[in-house]
């Protein structure tokens, strides 16, 4: 799939690409609150689509390459929009892998996000291409360290904190030049990640939903 990330900010969503890399000019935080909770609604299972319209141009093929139907009730991330389509993020079948797709907005119910207690972010959260680390501190205060890896270069970022809002970020403090910002929420089950673009080697980056694998060690 081209790489677009997905989540430019709260009030420009109308997206033309489904997929979790590249970053726009808005904040960090701002594109992770953009992120929200929902699940496949009732009906048969359906598939995702590289494209939001319902008939690919030249007979293409619309579905993305490497994915099954989805049965309703499957839970995932909402990342954006395009009239009646909507930009999600689901578990795949293997344990690492996450699946970026349209779907019908009829197919789709929002609902709103759980109560995020601290303890809910600590465990190993993983995706195919990078790894996070959350462990609680002292009181509410969280720690989170992560690796990723693309190609032959790699990146790495660690900051500590409390969710504000539900967001733990990057000190707010942390604005010089080619400084790593990194912005992490949960949504429901999953984990939402944004960062800068300076946090490792050429493309190298965090942006994406990540799965929780394990408590840490």
């Not at 995702?48 to 309703?72: I, Q």
């Amino acid at each position: 799939m081209s790489a677009v990330f997905l989540m430019r900010d709260i009030s420009a969503r109308e997206l033309t690409a489904c997929s979790p890399h590249e970053g726009y000019p808005s904040s960090v935080a701002s594109r992770v609150q953009a992120a929200s909770a929902g699940r496949i609604s009732a009906g048969p299972a359906i598939s995702l689509r590289t494209l939001p319209k319902e008939a690919c141009d030249g007979g293409a093929n619309c579905w993305v390459r490497g994915t099954s139907p989805l049965e309703s009730a499957v839970q995932g991330v909402e990342l954006g929009r395009n009239d009646s389509w909507v930009c999600v993020a689901v578990p795949g079948k293997r344990p690492l892998e996450v699946w970026y797709g349209w779907l019908p907005d009829r197919r789709w119910q929002s609902k709103d996000s759980w109560d995020e207690f601290t303890n809910r972010w600590v465990g190993v959260w993983q995706n195919e291409d990078a790894k996070i680390k959350i462990q609680s501190l002292s009181g509410q205060s969280l720690s989170a360290t992560g690796n990723a890896i693309w190609g032959n270069h790699f990146g790495d970022f660690g900051l500590t904190g409390t969710p504000s809002d539900g967001v733990l970020s990057t000190s707010a403090n942390a604005q010089a030049p080619y400084s790593c910002q990194v912005a992490l929420r949960l949504v429901g089950h999953l984990l939402v990640a944004a960062d800068d673009g300076q946090c490792g080697g050429m493309n190298v980056t965090f942006d994406g939903v990540y799965r929780f694998r394990r408590r840490p060690h």
